[in-house]
């Protein structure tokens, strides 16, 4: 399939899926017009990119992450992939552990928040 149709099924701009390629994190074959083309198995590649971006990962880490999937019996890539994705595991969990100490503090302030706007409607009445 064509640049368009992937973007298309995976809801992911041509720009980006460039850069997947330009990153190493996405591969395609070129027409002889120098079209990309790209397998069935790249929709499900794309998708497997977005969640890591998502997850707050860096293509660098990405791209030390991927040859786990392609290669999972080659005992050397996946002890890398493995210890790779370790540290990105515990650095999202550093992640949530601050937003939700950052969620509590806003549940304070609209907590007083409410008792003040309370405060305020009990000495108007």
């Known amino acids: 399939m064509r640049i368009g149709e992937l973007s298309k099924r995976t809801g992911v701009s041509s720009r980006s899926l460039r850069y997947y390629e330009a990153q190493g994190l996405l591969t395609s074959s070129r027409s002889g017009a120098g079209?990309?083309?790209?397998?069935?198995?790249?929709?499900?590649?794309?998708?497997?990119?977005?969640?890591?971006?998502?997850?707050?990962?860096?293509?660098r880490v990405i791209a030390?992450?991927?040859?786990?999937?392609?290669?999972?019996?080659d005992p050397g890539i996946v002890e890398e992939a493995f210890?790779?994705?370790?540290?990105?595991?515990?650095?999202?969990?550093?992640?949530?552990?601050?937003?939700?100490?950052?969620?509590?503090?806003?549940?304070?302030?609209?907590?007083?928040?409410?008792?003040?706007q309370e405060g305020l409607v009990t000495r108007s009445a």
Not at 47 to 52: D, T, V, W
Not at 64 to 73: D, M, N, Q, S
Not at 94 to 104: G, K, S, T
Request: one cysteine or more; charged letters at 30%.
């Open 83 to 116: 210890a790779t994705m370790a540290r990105e595991r515990d650095r999202i969990d550093a992640d949530i552990a601050r937003l939700q100490e950052a969620r509590n503090a806003l549940d304070v302030v609209m907590a007083a928040n409410r008792r003040h």
């Open 35 to 59: 079209q990309r083309h790209y397998s069935e198995a790249e929709v499900e590649r794309v998708s497997l990119i977005r969640q890591l971006f998502d997850a707050g990962m860096s293509s």
């Open 64 to 73: 030390a992450v991927l040859p786990c999937v392609e290669t999972p019996g």
